[in-house]
């Protein structure tokens, strides 16, 4: 798909708008709660898609005593490090033949 930029309009006018606007939007949206940083701290849901793994499979690994590491904050609140994912990875490194 071809565009073509209208003559009228400065690009570097139409760029400073754009970031006043996305700075806006965003400002507006933390502070409402609307957008959050990302956690240090992932639900089971959240950490078996960081790992490509499924939600059930990652319960079946905590309640059989293995698996990454995980924060039980409660009971039923169960929660994984982005950092002890990494390294859970890691772990799990196979190098190739070659190397």
């Known amino acids: 798909m071809v565009t073509t930029m209208n003559p009228d309009i400065d690009p ?3 760029a400073k708008l754009i970031a ?3 700075a806006a939007e965003l400002a507006d ?3 409402t709660g609307r957008y959050a940083p990302p956690s240090e701290y992932l639900t089971t849901e959240q950490a078996a ?3 490509g ?3 059930g499979g990652m319960e079946t690994m905590r ?3 293995r698996g990454p590491s995980y924060v ?3 009971q039923k609140l169960v929660r994984y490090r ?3 994912l990494r390294h859970w990875m890691e772990q799990h490194l196979v190098r190739g033949a070659s190397e």
């Open 12 to 14: 570097a006018a139409l």
């Open 20 to 22: 006043r606007e996305v």
């Open 29 to 31: 949206g933390y502070a």
């Open 49 to 51: 898609a960081f790992l």
């Open 53 to 55: 793994l499924m939600p």
């Open 63 to 65: 309640k059989e005593g």
């Open 72 to 74: 039980r904050a409660s």
């Open 82 to 84: 982005v950092a002890d």
